[in-house]
């Protein structure tokens, strides 16, 4: 049974800036896992990465209910891919039953999550 969906889609330039300014955003955001696929990356397609994340993010928590906040951080969540590159979601060290699918164009990142009970 479905138990929530989550969609959210966000602006590479506006992500790029984040971490520009502060160096500090991408660390806010990926779990050690995460980071090190991400430091794997350059250019453009890092900047992919860290978006498509940061919406896999924001859309889970939609389909929690809960949007992100104290019981649900950005590095509770984690989103790695499988060998095929199909991503799989975690949530605080567990298996999420449910899905996500993650899309990018040169300008945005978009994700959609949905939950099984
Ligand atoms: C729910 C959350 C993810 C919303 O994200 P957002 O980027 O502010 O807003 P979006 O435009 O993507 O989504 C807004 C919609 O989310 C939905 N929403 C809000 N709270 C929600 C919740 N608890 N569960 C599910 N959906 C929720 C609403 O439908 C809302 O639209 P509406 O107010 O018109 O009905 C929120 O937890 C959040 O703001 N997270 C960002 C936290 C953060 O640290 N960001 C860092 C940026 S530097």
């Given amino acids: ?54 919406a896999g993010k924001e859309a889970f928590s939609k389909a929690r209910g809960t949007g992100i906040g104290a019981d649900c951080n950005f590095t509770d969540i984690e989103i790695i891919p499988e060998p095929s590159g199909k991503p799989r979601l975690y949530f605080k060290g567990s298996t999420v039953s449910g899905f996500i699918s993650i899309t990018h164009t040169k300008k945005i990142a978009a994700a959609q999550v949905i939950l099984e009970a």
């Fill in 1 to 54: 049974m479905i138990s929530g969906i989550g969609l959210d889609i966000v602006e590479l330039d506006r992500i790029a800036k984040l971490e520009e300014k502060s160096g500090k955003f991408a660390a806010r955001v990926l779990t050690h896992s995460e980071t090190a696929i991400y430091r794997s990356l350059s250019g453009h397609r890092r900047t992919e990465f860290l978006a498509g994340r940061f």
